[in-house]
């Protein structure tokens, strides 16, 4: 994704080498959100009648002395985009860049998102001269600036009066859980096209990121909504529309279209992929998964490890060993790098048996996906399997795994060999 190089016309300086900067709690001026106060923020798509570009307006009572006030204060950000090519998918998309919007000015900070959202704004922020329009403008021209090839209008509106935010908030929520629903609901097979993701090939010149509804890229930046963003804004990118052609085979994931694609941008090494199976011919690794899967042949299944756990896995490779042995874009099967999202995907490893081969995970794997795994674990009708999956504070040796397995009925046990 190119990034188009604008600035916002604001007080202080602004640029990616601010990004990471924090503003801590001594630090701040004023503070929006974090669970202190009511907060949001939006991204709605409307007609072109109904944005008045390049407006920011803030809605509220007494809201300059409030400010000037500092502490804390509730804040609603709505962000009205209209624009020919823009889609309702594109929402979330644009939602999500307002984290970086805000960070890449100095003295501000933004973490979360939606309704959990948390901003602050610091003392040497204020000093410089940033208002709570400039916080309006930073999104409103940055909004334009990125997206224009989306884009054509963007209007942003502040409301920091507690009983509007509470209201609009509610209406903020209820679309936040049908987009979520949309997601959950959009599956591989009802989609007319996939995306690719190239971003990879200048340090792995043959990995190719198929990227599928049910499939996110590896490293966990793109979902297929991402990606098909990605290509509306820059169609010369480096995520381009893979067609599926035709469905080879529905439980492995191998489409006559992915296949053609991959085999053309790998410069020929790959030849087949399979989208649902880490064993028989898998996609191929670059070096920026979240998360790596290694089949774990003693106990008939599969360990995840993601990164970040610097400790010891039951095959006795540690996160660093295997990724040093499966990067740079070449097929490994029994290894292999995924995105977090995609464990819980109703795909995960399809032509392998699904998630009840999964055996192991680190403890803070397993807690961050708790919530969605045990939801697709009940539709796979094992709804006692989140538990049955040992971490390192069950074990870290296979001898110690496999008791495990076997003392508490672990489903991989029980299935046809995972190696053939
Ligand atoms: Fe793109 Fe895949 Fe690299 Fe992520 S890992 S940037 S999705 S090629
Ligand atoms: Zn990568």
Redesign the pocket.
Known sequence: LKIVVEKPSIPVSYGPAFEGERVRKEDTFIEFGGQKTPAFEWVRMMDVAEVEDEKVEIIGTDWRNRYEQGGRMPLGIIVKVAGKKMQKDFEPVIERQIHTFINEAEGLWHIGQRDINWIRISKKAKQAGISLEHLGLIIMSMTKARFKSIVDRVEVLLYVDEKDILTLREEARQEYRRRDLRLARLTDEEVDKFYS????QSFAPK?V?V?TPERP???G??TWLDAKAAYEIEPTGGNQPVEKGELIDPIYGRYSGVDEYVKKHSGGQIQTINLYSIMENPMTS?G?FECIVAVTPEANGVLIVNRGYSGMTPIGMKFSTIAGMIGGGVQTPGFMGVGVNYITSRKFLKGDGGIRRIVWMPKELKERIKESFQKVAEQEGVPELFQKIADETVCEDIECLIDYLTKVGHPALEMEPIIK
């Open positions: 993701c190239l971003l990879c990995h990121c990227i890229g590896l490293c930046a793109f670059c920026c």
